[in-house]
């Protein structure tokens, strides 16, 4: 996608429900659930092509009603963040050995089945491109996708300092940052490949690094 189109794609201010539009979604009308499909997909299908993202653009490509979509979503911005998270697989820490285990294995073990094998490389870039030139849509996918995905790997962190492997005096959200921005600079400033052996030797020894200052001492 250029940037003039992500540019253009990602004027994601709230959209307007006038009275007319609540009116038209009708009180008690059942929700359509290929409905929701169809509207991610054309959001998806706009931002692999590079279009212009709007919501004339996505009720033109889905075929869905303006209505329908405000029923769903209560902005465009928070539209385009279901649609950049299509894909993602749940994170489910395996906490029955050490929790640096746990932490080794997620990071480390299958990186692309922690991300998720729908979820390519190239939707990554996608999404922090969009993200990081718009505040709202950066918001909005914080709140809710980022936040979600992040708490199982904060309350595993909590587990760690419970069983006295960390030290109590730990900030997890901080330490989540730590860890999680370390992949993220290797593709933000880098312009690294998170599969390449190089890079995750990089990710690995930082990881290590900070793992080194969280550690419980003994």
Do not use: K
């Not at 409905?35 to 653009?57: F, M, P, Q, T, Y």
């Amino acid at each position: 996608m250029s940037t003039a189109a992500a540019r253009g794609g990602t004027r994601t201010g709230r959209a307007p429900c006038t009275a007319a539009t609540r009116a038209a979604s009708g009180p008690g009308r059942p929700r359509d659930p290929q409905h929701d499909e169809r509207i991610v997909d054309a959001v998806i299908g706009l931002i692999d092509a590079g279009e212009r993202i709007s919501v004339n653009a996505v009720v033109a490509a889905s075929g869905v009603s303006r209505a329908a979509l405000y029923r769903r979503w209560p902005s465009l911005a928070a539209l385009i963040a279901a649609a950049l998270d299509r894909g993602r697989a749940p994170i489910r820490p395996d906490t029955s050995g050490t929790i640096r285990e746990t932490f080794l294995a997620l990071l480390f073990g299958d990186p692309e089945a922690t991300r998720g094998r729908g979820y390519s490389d190239r939707r990554f870039r996608m999404r922090l491109m969009l993200v990081l030139e718009n505040p709202e849509l950066q918001r909005a996918y914080w709140d809710s996708h980022v936040q979600r995905r992040r708490a199982p790997m904060v309350e595993a962190l909590r587990l760690g300092m419970e069983r006295g492997e960390l030290r109590a005096d730990l900030d997890p959200e901080a330490c989540i940052d730590l860890i999680n921005g370390v992949f993220y600079y290797q593709v933000v400033v880098r312009g690294a490949d998170l599969r390449e052996a190089d890079t995750l030797a990089r990710c690995r020894a930082a990881f290590d690094t900070a793992w080194r200052g969280m550690a419980a001492e003994g």
